[in-house]
């Protein structure tokens, strides 16, 4: 089975309804994330060139992702990455992901690229194009990008934690952080000496100089299964704060069996 990954155009705005569907069902079902997407936004980003679409060759749509821009172009965001259920284990999401990386970086070389996600599966893809998991205050502080969180069913966490703790986990690449770690990485002088070994004498110093620039990046095949224990853990920790102040105010724990049903299975 093929499919295209493109910048989408003003050809693709019929899939715009279609698209912002599968995303508020996507978000119920998982409950969590952002559900609603109006299909005129979706349209202006198809507009605009700050679109991803993925089609099966016969022209069923089949994935999508935009892009949005915060605190005056210095940050910038690959949203609402969504894949038709019938195609999903097609590898679909990591080459939308990487169109849009490339996308975001052409356009924007200057600017950090971020996100906030609940799925290991989307941090595995991010830690491969360079991501880092960052704590929530070192994303933008636009009030703009903060808004679109309320309809996330763990809003009322976010906002009742300052905005420095969530569900979601904050990922973030720096252009400038990546520059100076390929500065760092210089050559060998010609006539570096050589020791009896046949090895240069600081080449166990490079070597560790290697482990510690790489990582910068989660190998996410060999820690997936603890990254998600720790989300499982994250995730009760901060429902028992939850349901502690639910009980302050309401007398009982009933509020907290909805909150329950509505935290990401991982």
Known sequence: MEFIVQVAT???????ETICKEMEESARQRGTGIAKRDPE?????????????????????AGFCYIETWSHAKYVANSGLIVNPEFRKFGLATR??????????????????FGLTTSSAVMKINSELGYRPVT???????EQFWKGCQSCVNY??????????????????????????QNEQVQLPEKEAVNGAGTTQNGKKKKRIGRILSQGRINFNEK????????????????????????G?????????????EVVEV
């Not at 299964?225 to 995730?235: C, D, N, S, V, Y």
């Not at 724990?253 to 049903?261: N, W």
Request: hydrophobic share 35%; aromatic share 8%.
């Open 41 to 61: 936004y979706i349209r202006q980003k198809m507009r605009e060139g700050k679109a991803i679409i993925a089609l099966r060759e016969d022209g069923a749509w």
């Open 136 to 142: 929530l205050p070192e994303l933008t502080d636009d």
């Open 156 to 181: 009322d966490i976010l906002t009742r934690m300052n905005r420095k703790h969530c569900l979601c986990v904050g990922m973030l690449y720096d252009p400038a952080e990546h520059q100076k770690t």
């Open 10 to 16: 003003e050809k693709h705005l019929e899939y715009a």
């Open 249 to 261: 105010k309401n007398g009982n724990g009933s509020g907290i069996k909805q909150k329950q049903k």
């Open 96 to 113: 939308i992901k990487q169109v849009a990386f490339n996308l975001s970086r052409e356009k924007y070389p200057e600017a950090k690229l």
């Open 224 to 247: 997936r299964k603890l990254f998600e224990r720790w989300l499982r853990i994250k995730a009760n920790i901060l429902l028992k704060r939850f349901k502690k102040e639910e009980n």
